[in-house]
T-cell receptor
């Protein structure tokens, strides 16, 4: 089974509108971390936001917020007020086990290509 | 504050050759991970180095090997290159234990095997 599933290969959003990128995950661990990265066409993976499995509040970083629904095993990324520079691939990733003591690898989904329309 | 750097940016090799890719971690980071990203896919974990030792390895053959130096920089070596090794190779660094485990990525090395 896929550990990280991103069901939207591509998304379009109008500039200044909000958009939600979906991510579901599969793990039997109680402690884990969820990450979102942005990858422009240049190739560099840019860290956006992190959510720990025991964090009670949804993570927010500027225009990015993570809609964490633990029971549904979903960690959707919400981008508010989209900008042209937000056009890129977006990857959801998971670290299984507790920070610093569990698995050290990140497992990535296949990504969602977001296109912002002027 | 310099981020993660990688060299070279691009590389073209032929089948059977060997290649070495280099990575310098972000200042203050002591752990380096390597990922392979094939076209249209998410990155796949190759291995992670900490204290100059391979701490964890993904599902990659022994043709893939690495090294970490005392200054925390790292190399990825791939022997007997195959056409399927063509990919973007990403290096990521993370801070010491207790300071979070977010991995910060470099710009990548794009390897083409002909």
């Amino acid at each position: 089974a896929q550990k990280i599933t991103q069901t939207q290969p591509g998304m379009f959003v109008q500039e200044k509108e909000a958009v939600t990128l979906d991510c579901t995950y599969d793990t039997s661990d109680q402690s884990y971390g969820l990450f979102w990265y942005k990858q422009p066409s240049s190739g560099e993976m840019i860290f956006l936001i992190y959510q720990g499995s025991y964090d009670e509040q949804n993570a927010t970083e500027g225009r990015y917020s993570l809609n964490f629904q633990k029971a549904r095993k979903s960690a959707n990324l919400v981008i508010s007020a989209s900008q042209l520079g937000d056009s890129a691939m977006y990857f959801c990733a998971m670290r299984e086990g507790p920070s610093g003591a569990g698995s050290y690898q990140l497992t990535f989904g296949k990504g969602t290509k977001l296109s912002v329309i002027p | 504050d310099a981020g993660v750097t990688q060299s070279p940016t691009h590389l073209i090799k032929t089948r059977g050759q060997q290649v070495t890719l280099r990575c310098s971690p972000k200042s203050g980071h002591d752990t380096v991970s390597w990922y392979q990203q094939a076209l249209g896919q998410g990155p796949q974990f190759i291995f992670q180095y900490y204290e100059e030792e391979e701490r964890q390895r993904g599902n990659f053959p022994d043709r893939f090997s690495g090294h970490q130096f005392p200054n925390y920089s790292s190399e990825l070596n791939v022997n007997a290159l195959l056409l399927g090794d063509s990919a973007l190779y990403l290096c990521a660094s993370s801070p010491p234990v207790g300071r979070g485990d977010t991995q910060y990525f470099g710009p990548g090395t794009r390897l083409t095997v002909l």
